[in-house]
């Protein structure tokens, strides 16, 4: 190999060893940046599943309670007379 040729191979090896050294951090931030985001997107749609979970159980329990209180009767029920008439 000549002088010439180790000198261009050496300036491409320097030239991708900084490209490295300069790219890495972006790289891995937005790398980082999207596992945060999946990670946030979980946390988020689990806790609105608990909570709309909670707020179905909720409606259910009041709303049985409601259905009870209103049908229940403290009095006995009366009878009533009927009278049969011909009708014409």
Same mark, same amino acid.
């Given at each position: 190999? =000549? #002088?010439? *040729?180790?000198?261009? &191979? ?6 991708? $060893?900084?490209? #490295?050294?300069?790219? $890495?951090?972006?790289?891995? %931030?937005? +790398? #980082? &940046?999207?596992? +945060? %985001?999946?990670?946030?997107?979980? #946390? +988020?749609?689990?806790? /609105? &599943? ?5 707020? +179905?159980? $909720? ?5 049985? *309670?409601?259905? @009870? !209180?209103?049908? &229940? !009767? !403290?009095? /006995?029920?009366?009878?009533? =007379? @009927? ?6």
């Amino acid at each position: 190999m =000549s #002088a010439k *040729r180790k000198e261009n &191979a050496a300036i491409v090896g320097v030239g991708v $060893a900084a490209c #490295a050294v300069c790219c $890495a951090g972006p790289i891995l %931030g937005v +790398l #980082a &940046a999207i596992g +945060l %985001g999946t990670a946030a997107g979980f #946390a +988020l749609f689990g806790a /609105l &599943a608990i909570v709309i979970g909670a707020v +179905l159980i $909720a409606f259910v329990v009041v709303r049985r *309670r409601r259905r @009870v !209180t209103a049908c &229940a !009767t !403290t009095e /006995l029920p009366e009878s009533v =007379s @009927v009278e049969l008439s011909e009708m014409r």
